[in-house]
């Protein structure tokens, strides 16, 4: 079964400072996600990615995040300056329309374990 | 817009007794429609998916979901409740947009007692 792996499981951080949360998606999943959980909130969506560019992204997505694929097979999501409200469980998510082309499908997002994110 | 609502923030259940949760979506097309469950710092895990077909879905660990359209509704069950099953159950439905979106319900949180 393939799998989305995170690292690290757990950061902690002083708020202000950067931090870089990493992601290996299934690798021949072609779109890209990151979602947050704050801590006993629901799961929400903060941005996906296609073809090196962001396809869409939420309102809490602002000029703090950031998502880049720096080779082929690593998914970053960047906080410039961390405030204390970003501590949360972060779940980087992959996806692939099967067949290769952009219809639906049955496929699944498959979710990775969580990056738990404390700022301080 | 899209959303998911799941009315019960937690349920009680005694171990062996049958459960149902409860999930209601507002999606303009055909949904599709999933629950994940949550154990306490850890990841998602897929319990089953709807796409289409036979409205009763088969999930892992003995749940099963029914889609009913008419009611907007994608309830999860369980016949006999093991203790392990205590954890947190979202109910999701992916919204397309050319790529798959997850919105997730706010969760129910399940105990179980002995």
């Known amino acids: 079964e393939p799998e989305v792996t995170q690292t690290p499981s757990h950061q902690v951080t002083q708020m202000g400072q950067e931090v870089i949360l990493r992601c290996v998606p299934i690798?021949?999943?072609?779109?890209f996600y990151w979602y947050r959980q704050i801590l006993g909130q629901k799961v929400e969506f903060l941005v996906s990615?296609?073809?090196?560019?962001?396809?869409?992204k939420s309102e809490i997505f602002d000029d703090q995040f950031s998502v880049e694929r720096p080779d082929g097979s690593n998914f970053t999501l960047k906080i410039r300056s961390t405030k204390l409200e970003d501590s949360a469980m972060y779940f980087c998510a992959s996806w692939a329309p099967s067949g290769g082309a952009k219809t639906r499908s049955t496929d699944t997002q498959y979710f990775g374990p969580g990056t738990r994110l404390t700022v301080l | 817009a899209q959303s998911v609502t799941q009315p019960d923030i937690h349920i009680t259940v005694s171990e062996g007794a049958s459960l149902e949760l409860r999930c209601n979506y507002s999606?303009?097309?055909?949904?599709?429609l999933f629950w994940y469950v949550q154990s306490p710092g850890q990841g998602l895990q897929l319990l089953l998916k709807?796409?289409?077909?036979?409205?009763l879905v088969q999930g892992i660990k003995g749940f099963e979901a029914e889609f009913k359209r008419s009611q907007s509704s994608f309830n999860l069950r369980k016949p006999s409740v093991h203790w392990s099953d205590a954890a947190e159950y979202f109910c999701?439905?992916?919204?397309?947009?050319?790529?798959?979106?997850?919105?997730f319900g706010a969760g129910t949180r399940l105990f179980v007692k002995a």
């Open positions: 690798s021949n999943h072609l779109y």
């Open positions: 999701a439905v992916v919204h397309w947009t050319g790529g798959f979106k997850t919105i």
């Open positions: 999606y303009g097309a055909t949904p599709y």
């Open positions: 990615f296609y073809n090196n560019e962001i396809s869409e």
């Open positions: 709807y796409f289409s077909g036979d409205t």
